[in-house]
């Protein structure tokens, strides 16, 4: 019988181990990116050098003056970095060394974002130029405290959901995007924002939400604001569900679309879906439903 104690308090200890060690793993505390990778993928090319060949160039990435990861371009001006950035949102410094000068830039980078980078670089003006720049981000799911801020309007912003949440903001996380173009495709809900989640996206050009459900889901006291810059050139917003809602807002939500030129909020069921004390304010745009 003592045997037999023994060995179910042996089962219990193994037991208890195994759920420790699974939470530790894949558990509640984990937080930010959505599908698993934290890293950054920079696939660069260098299109010119003034006066000067392409390849054999010493490209380096630094955050907070500690090297993350160094490439040599081949010879068609092509480098690739990869790297584990300290935060969700942060500022980096690429640097390229020339046989006569080494000439670098700042620039935000996102945990888990795969990042295309195309520059010029101009040893006697002593210039570094960006001529594109798009950044194709996993889904972001930031819960508690989380921060996001991106703040680069060189840069098209676009993510993929899968068929999955886009962008998911609970607990009193914070996402701020604000890029050249921003585009959400393939979302089961393009933003989903609970209890005091903040989402703010804002494009010098076009905003596009295309979701299978809700388009905008806001409940609790969250806010979402989808609006231009304060430099827009031709901003535009597009909101699509089709399925379910254009915009749900519940609770004391409150919702903020402000273009600088057209925008379209449609959905297979409603436009917009208010309930409780929320607010949504489309300035204008139209309504569209079936």
Same mark, same amino acid.
């Given at each position: 019988?003592?045997k037999?104690l023994?060995?179910?308090? $042996?089962?219990l200890?193994?037991?208890?181990?195994?759920?420790?060690?699974?939470y530790g793993?894949?558990g509640?505390?984990?937080?930010?990116?959505g599908?698993?990778?934290?890293k950054?993928?920079?696939?660069g090319?260098i299109?010119?050098?003034v006066?000067?060949?392409?390849?054999d160039?010493?490209?380096?990435?630094?955050?907070?003056?500690n090297?993350k990861d160094r490439?040599?371009t081949?010879?068609?001006g092509?480098?690739?970095l990869?790297?584990?950035?300290?935060?969700?949102?942060s500022?980096?410094?690429? @640097?390229?060394?020339?046989?006569?000068v080494t000439l670098?830039? $700042?620039?935000?980078?996102?945990?888990g974002?795969?990042?295309?980078l195309?520059?010029v670089?101009?040893?006697?003006m002593q210039?570094?130029t960006?001529?594109?720049w798009?950044?194709?981000q996993?889904?972001?799911?930031?819960?508690?405290?989380? @921060?996001?801020i991106?703040?680069e309007?060189?840069?098209?912003?676009r993510i993929?959901g899968?068929?999955?949440?886009?962008?998911?903001a609970?607990?009193?996380s914070?996402?701020?995007?604000?890029a050249?173009?921003?585009?959400?495709i393939d979302?089961?809900?393009?933003?989903?924002?609970d209890?005091?989640?903040?989402?703010?996206?804002?494009?010098? $050009?076009?905003i596009n939400?295309?979701?299978n459900?809700?388009?905008?889901?806001?409940?609790?006291?969250t =806010?979402?604001?989808?609006?231009?810059?304060?430099?827009? @050139?031709?901003n535009?917003?597009f909101?699509?569900?089709?399925?379910?809602n254009g915009?749900?807002?519940?609770?004391?939500?409150?919702?903020?679309?402000?273009?600088?030129n057209?925008c379209t909020? =449609?959905?297979?069921k409603n436009?917009?879906?208010? =309930?409780?004390?929320?607010?949504?304010?489309?300035?204008?745009?139209?309504?569209?439903?079936p």
């Amino acid at each position: 019988m003592k045997k037999f104690l023994q060995y179910k308090h $042996f089962l219990l200890i193994l037991l208890l181990a195994v759920s420790y060690a699974s939470y530790g793993i894949t558990g509640c505390g984990s937080s930010g990116g959505g599908s698993g990778s934290k890293k950054v993928t920079i696939n660069g090319i260098i299109e010119d050098v003034v006066g000067g060949s392409v390849d054999d160039i010493r490209v380096t990435v630094f955050e907070n003056n500690n090297r993350k990861d160094r490439d040599t371009t081949n010879a068609a001006g092509e480098f690739k970095l990869k790297f584990k950035p300290n935060n969700e949102a942060s500022s980096i410094k690429i @640097e390229f060394e020339l046989p006569t000068v080494t000439l670098s830039r $700042f620039i935000t980078v996102t945990r888990g974002s795969d990042v295309d980078l195309d520059v010029v670089l101009d040893p006697v003006m002593q210039t570094l130029t960006i001529t594109g720049w798009t950044v194709d981000q996993k889904r972001l799911n930031l819960s508690r405290f989380d @921060e996001l801020i991106f703040n680069e309007t060189e840069a098209t912003f676009r993510i993929d959901g899968n068929s999955r949440k886009c962008i998911q903001a609970s607990g009193e996380s914070r996402i701020e995007i604000t890029a050249e173009s921003i585009s959400l495709i393939d979302c089961s809900e393009g933003i989903s924002a609970d209890s005091f989640g903040l989402v703010i996206l804002e494009a010098l $050009f076009d905003i596009n939400v295309i979701a299978n459900k809700d388009g905008i889901k806001a409940k609790d006291n969250t =806010s979402v604001t989808l609006a231009m810059t304060n430099n827009a @050139e031709d901003n535009n917003i597009f909101i699509t569900s089709t399925k379910e809602n254009g915009i749900r807002a519940s609770g004391a939500a409150n919702v903020l679309i402000d273009p600088q030129n057209l925008c379209t909020i =449609s959905g297979a069921k409603n436009a917009i879906n208010q =309930s409780g004390t929320s607010t949504v304010d489309p300035d204008g745009c139209t309504l569209v439903v079936p």
